[in-house]
Structures are given as structure tokens and as C-alpha cells.
């Protein structure tokens, strides 16, 4: 069940989104929102010039989900046929043992924010992680001051399970050790 995903990748439709592999073609949509460089302050880090994207793009959508340890998905809108951020489950972990969880990460380009696109798509990979691939617990975890992705994660179905207080050093813009809340998304969760 959670190898399926890693023998063929899993395309996912949404009403208005189509989350698919991500390929070299991509890399044009990709970097011209990397443009907007005080919109990737909350992750750790992301391409800063053409080349990067590409080699970004190799790594993602090939080498990181080989590995069987990575999916990331290209959020695509339909009606344009466009890319407009990216979606990806990583650090599954699929047995008894240490459990069957995984976390989730995102971005969305500034010029399509506050439209619903990010919480369709975190809905769509947590639903379709927990009911196809036998995860039980999928988790976001965001920094408190990122309000527009912790509303994302309200919207999408996870819920808020606390704060975890200095639980990572950032160096991208934000210095220091930061918390993090903490999301998830269980089989109960999903209506």
C-alpha cells in the first residue's frame, strides 16, 4: 500500500487543482514566483536563480521520490495549466515499529495566495496519504508567525495539537531557534 505510491506516482485532482510529478518544464513557473524572495522567509531555504530551480527541479521530481522517501507534488491549475507552488510528503516513516506517519510541507506563489489553494491541496495529500497509502498520521509543523499557513492547515481538516518551543534553528531570514506548532491528520480527522 505505501510502496504503490513509489511504483506510480500518484496524481491527485482536486475541483480546481491538479497536483501531478513534477517535471523540467516546470521550471519556468517555478522560478518566476522564486522571484518573490520575502515570500519564502518561513521555509529553510529555496532557489535563488534559474539554474538552482533547475537542478531543483531534477532533485524533487526524480532523485528525492527514487528514493522512496519523498513525493512532491506540482500544484497546477487547471483552467491555466500553470504551476503555481509545489506540495510534497517527506520523512515517511510505514511501520509498527516507528509508526506510519509522515510530515508535509508547501508553497504557493504570492500572486495566487489568499485563494483557497493551499488548503485545497493540503486537503487533497493529507486525505489521499491517510485513505491510499496506510499512513496514519500526517503532520505539518509551522512557524507561529506564519499565520496565512497555519489558517491553511485550520481549513484543510488538521488539527492544532500545540507548540513546539525551540525545536528548530532557522537561518533563512529568520536567525535562530524557532517553535513550531504542530498540525496533523489522522484517519478521525477525515469526514
Not at 147 to 175: D, M, Q, T
Amino acid at each position: 500500500m505505501y510502496l504503490d505510491a513509489f511504483e506510480n506516482f500518484p496524481v491527485i485532482e482536486t475541483e480546481r487543482l491538479v497536483l501531478r510529478r513534477l517535471e523540467m518544464r516546470d521550471a519556468n513557473d517555478i522560478y518566476e514566483y522564486a522571484a518573490y524572495k520575502d515570500a519564502f522567509t518561513y521555509t529553510d531555504g529555496f532557489p535563488q536563480d534559474y539554474e538552482e530551480v533547475k537542478a531543483m527541479v531534477e532533485i524533487w521530481g526524480n532523485e528525492a521520490y527514487e528514493s522512496k522517501r519523498f513525493i512532491r507534488w506540482a500544484i497546477e491549475l487547471k483552467a491555466e495549466k500553470k504551476v503555481i507552488g509545489g506540495i510534497y510528503m517527506f520523512d515517511p516513516q510505514c511501520d509498527d515499529i516507528s509508526g506510519r506517519k509522515a510530515d508535509i510541507g508547501y508553497e504557493i506563489s504570492p500572486k495566487y495566495q489568499n485563494k483557497g489553494y493551499a488548503s485545497e491541496s493540503i486537503r487533497a495529500v493529507g486525505r489521499y496519504t491517510v485513505q491510499n497509502m496506510g499512513i496514519v498520521r500526517v503532520q505539518a509543523l509551522i512557524m507561529p508567525e506564519n499565520i496565512p499557513s497555519v489558517r491553511a492547515c485550520e481549513k484543510a481538516g488538521f488539527v492544532k495539537e500545540g507548540v513546539l518551543r525551540n525545536f528548530c534553528h532557522y537561518k533563512n531570514g529568520i536567525s535562530g531557534f524557532k517553535s513550531m506548532v504542530i498540525f496533523s491528520l489522522t484517519p478521525q480527522d477525515i469526514h
